[in-house]
Nanobody, 123 residues
Framework: QVQLIESGGGLVQAGDSLRLSCAAS????????MGWFRQSPGKEREIVAF????????HYSDSVKGRFTISRDNPKNMLYLQMNSLKPDDSGVYYC????????????????WGQGTQVTVSS
């Protein structure tokens, strides 16, 4: 069993930065693919970025590419999302996700989810 707890959300203005963190416990996550999803009111949950267990292979949605950076610290069982140049469209609840199968993270059918952290970007 894996527990994921997000933190770092908040209310910011457009153009500001935020850093989200996800603390994982229960298992060593170096063999897990991890990702960040977000869900805005009235919209489906969408993947923002994911990172493979090697900590090197990453992928970003087109909407955040060049502005967000996903990273992980395997010895500390931590996942991060550095968000720069935030826009009002980036608002939503951000969820940490993990699974041993990368394809399940990509499809959002992964086994493990955090409870979410709210990010609100005002214009």
């Amino acid at each position: 069993q894996v527990q994921l707890i997000e933190s770092g959300g908040g209310l910011v203005q457009a153009g500001d930065s935020l850093r989200l963190s996800c603390a994982a416990s229960g298992r060593t996550l170096r063999f897990f693919t991890m990702g960040w999803f977000r869900q805005s009111p009235g919209k489906e949950r969408e993947i923002v970025a994911f990172i493979m267990g090697d900590g090197i292979t990453t992928h970003y949605s087109d909407s955040v590419k060049g502005r967000f950076t996903i990273s992980r610290d395997n010895p500390k069982n931590m996942l991060y999302l550095q968000m720069n140049s935030l826009k009002p469209d980036d608002s939503g609840v951000y969820y940490c996700a993990a699974d041993r199968d990368p394809s399940r993270v990509i499809k959002g059918t992964n086994d493990y989810w955090g409870q979410g952290t709210q990010v609100t970007v005002s214009s």
